[in-house]
């Protein structure tokens, strides 16, 4: 069979180390020479010949690399790697069945939790019958690492290692890791048939109670039918964090044992949607049947420990989400009803939990905005602040330019950034805002890129529409200094040409 190929960006790393076997014929790992995931990363890619900067995208993917001190998520995953162990998924004993470390040592120890994600990466990918040249490609793993997410469907399963692979294209540095971005060939096979949830969804696969939202049903174990509004008014929204990755909290909402859900689930990384549960029926996510009853419940990609997973792109779509029920059921938008997990009667749960960002959230749900005490601008001719490879063509076609002229490139699946260079005076808070030409046959996803200080963030703009005009793509934690702040990528599942024009940095 054909398999299709998608070229997605990413890092093949190279690297040095011993294969050492102990008598059983089982790797042994030895405790890190210098105690950082770095040193257990090389190690654990070494010993079952997985690329490391996958081991590392797929750990990024899962958890931003934090193992939460043993602690679980809400689907039973244990550290770095995200090793599972509840009724539909046990890769937390596959893991112990293959490097011979204890279930214990494998949740609390994060050189065994990361030896343990690579040899069970390395079984599906024995499973999948890639051989030793195979290996070397890491575009050849990506069906490996879609069996590594356990989804409950193709669809979830292209969600899940997509995102492991645009991780890899956009780069990591976190925790003390590091991944370059550059260009990988992914080989879906087949799963480049599945339906892709982070393309624009057709109309049938699209939410009907919110517009922008994909829609994707939970199992009907794990909520009530209901007819609400008028069997029980809605007057509450109630926010959530996952404890876990957005298509593993979509998967585990499917799945009939989790007996949980919430109507709807934010990505971090780009503020996408799915909903769930249909707003008239009755999702469990408060644990307090009356609050059940009468609330919208939304969850959020991340760890409450872990502020990394906050990004503005998350906070303003979901507010503007919130906004939109709080219109619809005449919610009042203030802290009485727009609440925490942790402030419903009887509650055990801490999420949000002291890194969500009440006071940006509720400022983006009622409109409110900052003041700008420094601003600089940059057009696609400013001097020695511009840089494009020659696949950036230069156009005067539409008025809506800022300046005398923009940039334009075809999408491909290829990052290949245009890119804007400032000179931020300190580090703190700015907002960024993107100047562009809108057209029908410019991009209906155009990716922005920001060198925020936790690492790189990833906004999406409907080029087709909007421009002539500065529109906000958020406010960002920026390091000083003078570097490229701000690029667009060409690597896109968005149609039509990507526009880069001028971008605006203001400290709030």
Known sequence: MELARTRLTALATSFLAVLVLVATGRPALAAPTDGTLTAAFAKAAATYDVPRDLLVALGYAETHLDGHDGKPSASGGYGVMHLVSNPTNHSLEKAAELTGRSADELRTDDAANVLGGAAVLRAHADALGLDETARKDAGRWYQAVAKYGNATSPELARLYADAVYESLGLGIDIRGVQV??????????????????????????????????????????????????????????????????????????????????????????????????????????????????????????????????????????????????????????????????????????????????????????????????????????????????????????????????????????????????????SAGTYRVEVWYPADAGYNSSAPYIVAASGGNQTVYVDQRSGGGTWKSIGTFSLNAGTYNVVGISRWTAGTGYVIADAVRISRV
């Open 180 to 425: 370059k971005p550059q260009e990988v060939t992914a080989d879906r096979g087949p799963l480049a048939k599945a339906r892709d949830l982070n393309a624009k969804a057709d109309a049938g696969v699209l939410s009907t109670d919110y517009g922008p939202a994909a829609w994707v049903a939970a199992s009907s174990s794990n909520y009530t039918a209901s007819s609400r509004p008028s069997s029980y008014a809605i007057d509450r929204v109630i926010i959530h964090v996952t404890q876990g990755s957005y298509a593993g909290t979509i998967s585990w909402f499917q799945n009939s044992s989790a007996q949980v859900s919430a109507h709807y689930v934010v990505k971090s990384s780009n503020g996408a949607i799915t909903q769930m549960v249909r707003e008239k029926d009755i999702a469990w996510h408060a644990g307090n049947w009356t609050y059940n009853t009468r609330s919208i419940g939304i969850e959020h990609e991340g760890y409450v420990s872990d502020a990394s997973w906050f990004t503005d792109a998350m906070y303003r779509a979901s507010a503007a989400l919130t906004k939109a029920i709080c219109d619809k059921y005449g919610i009042p938008k203030d802290r009485s009803h727009i609440i925490g997990h942790n402030q419903v009667p009887g509650a055990t749960h801490t999420d949000p939990g002291s890194n969500w960002n009440w006071t940006t959230y509720m400022n983006y749900v009622t409109g409110g905005g900052g003041t700008p005490s420094w601003t600089t601008t940059i057009d696609n001719t400013t001097s020695g602040q511009f840089t494009a490879s020659a696949n950036w063509g230069t156009s005067t076609y539409s008025s809506q330019r800022y300046g005398s002229d923009y940039r334009f490139a075809d999408p491909v699946s290829a990052s290949d950034p245009a890119w804007y260079s400032a000179a931020i005076p």
